[in-house]
C-alpha cells in the first residue's frame, strides 16, 4: 500500500466510526454545542499511523480491519456482574451497559445528601448548564479518539461531590460490555467534578460479560472511553481505573485531569484486559501546591498490546508529582510506557519524579518506554528513569535453595514486583483480585 | 566431632563440570559422614563456589561426570528444592538481595516448604513468628530485621547472618558455607561461628568453603582439603590449615604436580 491509500483508508475509517453516532438522550445545549463541534472536528482528522509521533509504537491496523456497528441494548442481569461487586462499596454503584445509563443494576443509597452520581438527568438543570465548562477543556481535548468520543457520546455518567462534602463510601462505576454477535462501538463518557474540599474514591471499571476468565476472548468491540475529572481547591480525589475488556476488545481511554490549588490527587491505573489497548492520561495544573500520584501497572500476556501515554503539565509553583508505572509482560504481548512530565518556568520549586518498571516473563515479550522530562525551570527537583528485566535466574535458585518450588518462587518473585502498585489501591478486594491475577498469569 | 561408626552423609566420587563450555570441576572426590566438619581451602577460581552450587542444584552448573550420593540417594537427580527439603543447606558467598519479598514471609514460607516435605502441617503466622524470635538470638539479629525485604540494603556482615537464620531455621543435615567468614569483623564472625557451633550435631555434618585460618580457631574442622584446578590435591587434620597459612599453596600445587596424575 503506498502512503496515500493509507491515509485514504484511515480517513474513512475515521468517518465509519463517527457515521455510527446516535442521538443524545437529552436536550442539554452544552452537550449538543459539544457535539456538533467536535463533529466537524473529526471530519478534518484521520485514525493514525505509526509515522504519527504518539503511535510509534503501537500500530492500529487491526483496528481498521473490523468493521464496526452501533451498541445493541442489552439486558444485562445482576447476577452477571455480582462477582465484580466491591464489597467496600455497597449501594454505591453506577452501572453502564454497552454506554447506556441503567438505572436497574444501579444504586446510590450509600451516597450523603448533595452528592449527584447517575446520568445527565441526575443533575438539576443549573448544573447540566455548566457541563459545557467541564467537558473538552483540557488542552488536549482535540486529540482524535477524545474528539471522536465529544462527537459521539450520547449521556454522561457524572459524579459531582458539592463543596466541603467527603463522600466516605467509595463509588464503584462500572462500563459493562455485553457485546452480541457484532462487533460494537461504545463510547462512554464520564465527568467527575470534585468541588472544594470535597473528597471521593472513585472506582473506574472497564468490564465485559465474558464466560470464564474475564480475560478470556469473546466477540471483538471497540471501547472508546474518556473521563474527565475536575478537582477543584484543596479537593482530594482517589482514583482507580480498571481495565478489564475482554480479550478481543479494542480499548481507548483518556483520563484528564485539571487540579486546581492545594488540591489532592491519586492514581492507580490497572490494565489487563483487550487485545490492543491505549491509556492516555492527563493531568493538567491550574493553581499551586498541587500534589499528584500516579501509580500503574500493566499485566498482559498472549499477544496483547497495552500502552500507557500519560502527561503531567504544571503551569504553577510548588507542585508535586510522583509516578511509579509498572508492566508485567508474558508470551507475545507488547506493552508501551511514554511519560512526559513538562515543567515550564512558571512552575517553580516543582518536585516530580518518574519511574518505568517493566518485567518480562518470556523471551518474546515486548517493551518500549520513554520517560520525557521536559524542563524549564531551574528551581525543581525532578528525577525519571526505566528498567526492563526478566526475572533473576538468581533469585529463582536462591528461593529453590531453600525450599520453595519454581513455581512459588516465581510467583513470589512476580507478586513482589506488583505489590508496590497494588498495595497503595485503597479497596482490599480489589488489591486481592488483582494480586490473583498476577498469580494467575505467571503460570500460563 | 569425628564418631565411631557414623552414616556416611555425603559422597563424592570424580565428579566433573562444566560451566558455558568450560572444564571447571576435573574429578572431585569428597566423603563426608555425620557429625564431621569439613574445610575447603584453596586459591580463588579454583572451583570451591561452584563445587558448592552443584551440591545445593544450580541449573547454570552441567555435570558432565561422576556421581555425588547423598544419604544413599542420587542428589544429581533432584531440583534445588527437593534437595533443599531432603537437607541440604548452602550459605550463599554472595546472598542476593530480593526486594519486595519480606524477609519475614520468605523465611516462613522456606520453613512450610520443610514442613510440608515432611508431612508435617505448615505453622501459621503467629506460631512461626514465636519460633522465628527465639531463632533469632542464635545469630544475635535484631527482629526489626525480619520486616525488610530479603537481604535488601542488609551489610556483608548482616547478609551472613541472615544466612546462618535460615540454617538454623531450617536445621539442615548437610550445611555448606560458602565464606561464610569473609567480610566479618571479629565479633560479627564470632557470632556466626558461635551459631554455627550450636547447630551442629551427631546427626547433621558441616563443610565450610574458607580462605582464612581465622575461621577455624572458632569453628575447629575435622578435615581440611585443599581445592586446586577443580581437584581436591591434598587432605589432612586440622593442622594442615596451620601450615597453607604460613606457608600458602604453592608447595601443595607443586607436590601434585610431580606425584601426577
Ligand atoms: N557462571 C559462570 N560462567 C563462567 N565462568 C564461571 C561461572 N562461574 C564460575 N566460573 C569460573 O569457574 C572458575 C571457578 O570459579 P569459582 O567461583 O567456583 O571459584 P572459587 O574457588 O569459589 O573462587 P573464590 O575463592 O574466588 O571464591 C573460575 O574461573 C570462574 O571464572
Ligand atoms: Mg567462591
New binding site residues.
Given amino acids: 500500500m503506498s502512503p496515500e491509500t493509507i491515509t485514504k483508508q484511515q480517513v474513512s475509517s475515521l468517518t465509519q466510526l463517527l457515521n455510527l453516532r446516535e442521538p443524545l438522550a437529552t436536550e442539554v445545549t452544552a452537550l449538543k454545542t459539544l457535539r456538533d463541534r467536535s463533529e466537524a472536528w473529526v471530519r478534518e482528522l484521520a485514525i493514525p499511523t505509526t509515522r504519527d509521533e504518539e503511535w510509534r509504537f503501537t500500530d492500529l491496523s487491526p483496528l481498521l480491519n473490523v468493521e464496526f456497528n452501533t451498541a445493541p441494548s442489552v439486558d444485562v442481569k445482576q447476577s452477571r456482574i455480582e462477582t465484580c461487586l466491591l464489597p467496600e462499596a455497597p449501594q454505591s454503584r453506577l452501572v453502564f451497559v454497552n454506554g447506556a445509563y441503567t438505572e436497574s443494576l444501579s444504586d446510590v443509597r450509600a451516597l450523603p445528601e448533595g452528592v449527584w452520581a447517575g446520568n445527565v438527568s441526575a443533575l438539576p438543570p443549573e448544573k447540566q448548564e455548566q457541563l459545557g465548562d467541564y467537558l473538552a477543556r483540557h488542552p488536549n481535548h482535540g486529540e482524535v479518539f477524545t474528539a471522536l468520543n465529544s462527537a459521539s457520546f450520547t449521556d454522561l455518567a457524572i459524579v459531582w461531590v458539592p463543596r466541603g462534602k467527603i463522600v466516605e463510601t467509595p463509588l464503584q462505576l462500572m462500563f459493562v460490555a455485553s457485546p452480541t454477535d457484532k462487533a460494537m462501538l461504545t463510547q462512554p463518557r464520564c465527568l467527575v467534578v470534585a468541588e472544594s474540599n470535597s473528597s471521593l474514591t472513585l472506582v473506574e471499571e472497564y468490564i465485559a460479560t465474558t464466560e470464564g476468565c474475564p480475560d478470556s476472548q469473546g466477540v471483538a468491540y471497540f471501547n472508546n472511553a474518556v473521563t474527565e475529572v475536575w478537582l477543584h481547591e484543596n479537593a482530594d480525589v482517589n482514583h482507580v481505573r480498571l481495565e478489564r475488556d475482554n480479550g478481543s476488545a479494542f480499548h481507548i481511554g483518556t483520563t484528564a485531569v485539571t487540579q486546581a490549588r492545594d488540591s489532592r490527587y491519586r492514581f492507580h491505573a490497572l490494565t489487563l484486559g483487550a487485545q490492543l489497548s491505549r491509556h492516555n492520561i492527563e493531568v493538567h495544573q491550574i493553581g499551586e501546591g498541587t500534589t499528584t500520584t500516579l501509580n500503574g501497572l500493566t499485566l498482559i500476556g498472549k499477544t496483547q498490546t497495552a500502552d500507557t501515554h500519560s502527561t503531567v503539565a504544571y503551569n504553577y509553583p510548588n507542585g508535586t508529582a510522583n509516578q511509579l508505572h509498572k508492566c508485567i509482560v508474558g508470551d507475545k504481548a507488547h506493552a508501551v510506557f511514554n511519560g512526559r512530565i513538562v515543567v515550564p518556568q512558571a512552575a517553580q520549586m516543582t518536585n516530580a519524579s518518574q519511574l518505568n518498571r517493566n518485567l518480562l516473563l518470556s523471551p518474546k515479550a515486548r517493551v518500549n518506554t520513554k520517560p520525557q522530562l521536559e524542563i524549564v525551570a531551574d528551581n525543581v527537583k525532578c528525577s525519571h528513569g526505566a528498567t526492563v528485566s526478566q526475572l533473576e535466574a538468581d533469585e529463582v535458585f536462591y528461593l529453590q535453595s531453600r525450599g520453595l518450588d519454581k513455581t512459588t518462587s516465581e510467583n513470589l518473585l512476580v507478586d513482589a514486583f506488583a505489590a508496590e502498585i497494588l498495595q497503595e489501591v485503597p479497596l482490599e478486594s480489589l488489591r486481592k483480585a488483582i494480586a490473583q491475577c498476577v498469580a494467575c498469569r505467571v503460570e500460563l | 566431632m569425628i564418631v565411631e561408626n557414623a552414616p556416611t552423609i555425603l559422597s563424592v566420587k570424580n565428579l566433573t563440570s562444566n ?2 563450555g ?1 572444564q ?1 570441576l576435573k574429578g572431585l572426590n569428597l566423603e563426608i559422614k555425620a557429625g564431621e566438619i569439613h574445610a575447603i581451602m ?12 552443584i551440591l545445593a542444584g544450580h541449573p ?2 552441567e555435570v558432565t561426570g561422576g556421581e555425588v550420593i547423598y544419604k544413599g540417594e542420587n542428589l544429581l537427580e533432584l531440583e534445588a528444592d527437593d534437595r533443599a527439603t531432603a537437607g541440604v543447606f548452602l550459605a550463599f ?1 554472595y546472598p542476593i538481595e530480593i526486594p519486595g519479598v519480606s524477609n519475614l514471609d520468605f523465611l516462613r514460607v522456606a520453613y512450610n516448604s520443610h514442613r510440608k516435605a515432611r508431612g508435617l502441617e505448615e505453622l501459621d503466622t503467629f506460631d512461626f513468628e514465636d519460633l522465628v524470635e527465639e531463632k533469632l538470638d542464635v545469630v544475635k539479629m535484631r527482629a526489626e530485621f525480619l520486616n525488610r525485604s530479603v537481604n535488601e540494603g542488609f551489610s556483608g556482615g548482616e547478609k551472613k547472618r541472615n544466612e546462618i537464620l535460615q540454617m538454623a531455621l531450617l536445621e539442615p543435615t548437610l550445611s555448606i558455607l ?2 561464610t567468614d569473609s567480610g566479618l569483623d571479629i565479633d560479627a564472625l564470632k557470632i556466626v561461628a558461635n551459631g554455627v557451633n550450636q547447630l551442629a550435631t551427631e546427626d547433621n555434618c558441616t563443610l565450610m ?1 574458607t ?1 582464612y585460618q581465622r575461621l577455624l580457631d572458632y569453628i575447629v574442622p575435622d578435615f581440611v582439603h585443599v ?1 586446586y584446578d ?1 581437584r581436591i590435591i591434598t587432605s589432612g587434620d586440622k593442622d594442615l590449615a596451620l601450615k597453607l597459612e604460613e606457608q600458602g599453596y604453592d608447595w601443595a600445587i607443586e607436590e601434585f604436580a610431580t606425584v601426577g596424575v
Fill in positions: 560451566v558455558e568450560t571447571i584453596g586459591p580463588n577460581g579454583s572451583g570451591k563456589s561452584t563445587f558448592s552450587k547454570d552448573y558467598q560458602d565464606e568453603i580462605h581445592m577443580g
